[in-house]
């Protein structure tokens, strides 16, 4: 086991940095499937509006010889809907996020100290990309907001780690990193104290969010062969295959694996609409990642020209990788559908094409050893026949080559849209409303009709335009909506007497979002205001017992139309709330007596009511 823990023979400054990275790489990796798995619309509130209506019903009063005497009562039922609330704000992960980022260069700067004269400058030269990237001078300090900040914020990590360099080479890891740690100290004082931006350390990162995502980008392209070189990998050191067939193994496992990412690059360049189990793009990029913590040290050997301690290269993965997944968890808890559509895209086209030619690499380097049995592992990153930066190259040019059939334009724009959806939360949050406006209507212009952007919109529009929100919330319809989006537009659109338009639209919608039990309840309740009964009926038992908005609804549908509960009946009137116990009474269902005295709730007046249309004959 220890074999494959390689991390646990290592000193202990850098056994314990890397546990540590390790278990936040792994957390963050864990919230990208989560959020995955969850969906936009767990992000997002619902609000349920309840309605009062009343039915007739007759009931006999007394009778007398031959004759009955009855009367006409009302008896009320309450029906429910739902509505999305607002876009969640996602300003208290922006500011783990740039904690995080501020960790990672600390870290960063006191790892490339370490290296050879060359690549230490390579290594500054990067960071200076970063921050170029990261629009330093957004913090403004000393009122600074031109390229004297980015100089500033430059030499105050160059000198501490240049000294490092070139006249304490022979430091511990320990004594770099609190170096490094205190000038980014100095810098956050000289930022808290001395900035004149409104929210410094927030205006930094959505301005700069362009570095952090580019990293990704880079990220992505780093370990999209991970999932085929642990194919290789295992199957080569299995000792129960035998080797005659390991290369036959290798190659059907590795095909598969390419032929669902095919499909699945052929379904998002829509070449094909398969009703298909299409590969989730973030699923192979957190696998992917994982992986990469054992691929980043059988790699090391491919950086000996940079420092000769194979001991950095896994740390510097971890440090870039949950920078990534961090940054990747950000879009998702703000919802920015353009950033994720994009990096979605991507995933897909490196690991369909870097697992090609990856495939291809190791095809041509490795044959013969796997067919004869040896384990590649060790090797794997030393060819003799096809480099590895060969191979690297390729795949950057098979990218290129895609994205150019695709067109250069979409990621760009997107691109922008998700930049400009960021600030425009930024200034949504310290209540620059017009701003908030113009950087939203700027990012649905790169990004059409997203989600983020138009959603955005609708909900400031609420209280001055019926028809621009309805417009607004109309647009992403034609692209992949929230549950929220379409609700929203479909209420809106039924509150302006379009009732057959809000109908089209939620059926529309739920053929995007089947079994959205939000959508079944509110098309249900829209198809009875259209008087449309068996549709309604359809819905509603569709619903089924499990969302109790839906269960009140059906018996208040059932009650004001003579219809039976069904063989579920005991399901549908078993654990109901206010509202289902109010309705409940209508069909003579009533767990308990109202009190008269403390009516005073439209749910205790409802009870109250068909309580006493159900008690009165008695």
Partial sequence: MSKHFYWQHWQQPYKLIFWLLFIVLVAFAGAVLLLQALGPEYLIKWHVFSQQSSFPADFTMFSKGPFSFSITGYKTVISEVFSGGDMPSAIWFQKLLILIIGLAITLYLSLVTMFKRFWYLVAMGGLLGFLILFHVEAVEIFGWNDVKTLVLVFIMFLTPSYYLHAFKYESGFGFRTIVMAGSVLILITLIYFFSEAQDPFISLLSFGIMAPYLLILLFILAVAHEIVAAFVNVISATKGIANKVKLRHFMIITLIYLANILISYLKITHYIDWELFYINPYLLLVISAILGIWGSHTRASLYSGASDKKILWPILYMIIGIVS????????????????????????????VIGVTFLLYVIYNFIPLIEKGYEIKKILYN??????????????????????????????????????????????????????????????????????????????????????????????????????????????????????????????????????????????VQFEKLKLVDSAAYYFALGGTGNSQIKNNRIAFSAKHGISLSDDSIKVIKNLNRVGEANAAAFGIINKIPSTNNASHMYDMVLLNNWLLSEYPQ
């Fill in 325 to 352: 997944l961090a940054t990747l968890t950000y879009f998702m808890l703000s919802l920015n559908d353009p950033f994720i559509k994009v990096l979605g895209d991507i995933i897909i086209y490196a690991h369909l």
């Fill in 383 to 524: 060819p003799t026949n096809f480099p590895y930066f060969t191979y690297k190259l390729l795949s950057i040019i098979g990218i290129v080559a895609l994205f150019a059939v695709a067109g250069f334009d979409y990621p760009i724009w997107y691109s922008m849209g998700g930049y400009n959806n960021v600030k425009a939360d930024l200034v949504y949050e310290h209540d620059h409303l017009d701003a908030a406006e113009a950087y939203y209507i700027n990012a649905n212009g790169f990004a059409y009709h997203n989600n983020k952007s138009n959603y955005s919109l609708a909900k400031m529009y609420l209280a001055k335009d019926l028809l621009k929100a309805t417009e607004y919330f109309s647009n992403p319809l034609d692209q992949r909506p929230t549950a929220q989006t379409v609700v929203n537009a479909a209420n809106l659109q039924s509150s302006q007497q379009d009732y057959y338009s809000g109908l089209f639209t939620l059926q529309n919608g739920y053929k995007k979002l089947a079994n959205n039990d939000h959508l079944i309840n509110n098309l249900a």
